[in-house]
């Protein structure tokens, strides 16, 4: 079976958004595993400079990356990224399931991503234009996979 690794940074504290993930993860029971890893996130202050961005972000890059190996299918997602319909993104993940050992999706803290993890990624994903809470976008995520799973099975919930 399928493994998708969903890397986050930051912990879900509210209960509606833990529970919308665990819905998600039994419907994706039935076509993959889902795994998640939880990394903690940079501290920073109230205003941070860019400079103390920038080092947050490669301290969490410094977790990350050794998840990010060759033979898994990485994908970022990174609002330079590019979108897709259902359907293509739903091909684009049937052809990773092809080669690769397993899918890793990718997503940063309010900040987002450092450059190093996006170059290690083999696709950029950008869901919307729109900038959404990175908790939400873990719900957000894992009903795109959903769908995207449906599609490939022909089952109804695409319609």
């Known amino acids: ?3 998708v ?18 819905e998600y993860k039994k419907r994706l029971s039935v076509f993959c595993h889902i795994e998640e890893i939880n990394l903690k996130e940079g501290r920073l202050p109230d205003r941070p ?9 490669e301290s969490e890059a410094q977790m990350m990356l050794p998840h990010l190996t060759p033979r898994n299918y990485k994908i970022a997602l990174c609002v330079e990224g590019k979108q897709f319909s259902s359907e293509q993104l739903a091909q684009k993940l049937q052809n990773a399931m092809q080669s690769a050992g397993e899918i890793v999706l990718v997503i940063g803290s309010s900040h987002g991503l450092s450059e190093r993890v996006k170059a290690a ?10 900038t959404f809470p990175h908790q939400m976008m873990r719900v957000m995520l894992l009903e795109i996979l959903y769908r995207c799973m449906s599609i ?3 089952t109804q919930y695409h319609k």
Do not use: N, P, Q
């Open 5 to 22: 690794k969903m890397i986050t940074v930051g912990t879900l504290k509210e209960t509606y958004w833990r529970d919308a993930l665990a």
């Open 49 to 57: 400079s860019e400079s103390e961005i920038a080092a947050a972000l």
């Open 1 to 3: 079976m399928l493994t």
């Open 121 to 130: 990624c083999d696709l950029r994903l950008s869901v919307s234009a729109l």
């Open 152 to 154: 490939l099975k022909g």
